[in-house]
């Protein structure tokens, strides 16, 4: 109808109410900025939404993200707020062309691995990667031909920048060795344990060298095939399957500001009635030993020992 303004899209209200706290001096370059969790509960959107939103603050030139941390005020956000991004790559043939000078698998690949590693692989879309590198979604589809191949690629990415280790002097010392190579990299890249499977494995080739040389170290204990097998994916699902909380941990740091040990520090009270009802004695003892530490680096190593004491005793009965 005429003169009626149309309603103002949820994405462009986040948006506007973001550059507002920019502008107005409430975020400061180097500030955390709401995440796609925090936006999706404060302003009652979709995930899609709160991830369009923080694209468009991206591309003009106002937050950027940081890997570990996640998207933050950038430096010299452009003054009151304004778009300092160029013409959209969409908006002509010529633009589109000059943008794409230079765009190659490799950086397609790279720009996704930062993000991912930013915020986590809900953040990930090709029209984010697209955002991050100026060009125009389509452009990526030369390079990579879904997203399915891009998570693949960024996979093999990934376990590329962690070289095996060379031979180690004993079975467990390798195996000790390649688990922790392994750990490392989920560490380093926390959605990596959300996408690798277990039951339906990708075949990554620079993945699937960690199990080659999982099952050449067994083969020296004696083990046939299938034990070899077992034991090798056995001992990365172990890996994989502990750090598969540690996506969730880093969002929860990005959403409270808080690392677990702060969050720990807000449940003391809590605990303290818990242990006190007298219900729980073995959690009083823990509460007053000095040496009880638990956090995903102890259960991994752990655990890890225990699977490779479990393996020597195997090994021994075959």
Known sequence: MAGVAAPESSSARIVAELRRRIASGELTAGDRVPSTRQITRDFGVAMATATKALAVLRRDGLVRALPGIGTVVAADPAPNGAAVHPPDPTDGDTATLDRERGLTRERVVLAAVQIADAEGLGALSMRRVAADLGTATMSLYRHVHNKD????????????????????PDW???LESLCRLQWRGY????WLAQYVSMTRPQLVPRAMAHTERAMSILAGMGLDIADRLHMAVTLANYVRGTAVSLEPEAQARQDT???NDEWMETQVPLMTEIVSSGEYPMFVAMANADNVE???DSLFEFGLARLLDGLEMFARLE
């Open 172 to 174: 467990r010392a390798g």
């Open 294 to 296: 638990l956090s995903l």
């Open 257 to 259: 500001g808080m690392t």
């Open 149 to 168: 191949e891009l998570l693949f690629a960024m996979t093999d990415n990934v376990f590329a920048r962690y070289p095996l280790p060379p031979a180690a």
């Open 187 to 190: 560490h380093d890249h926390p």
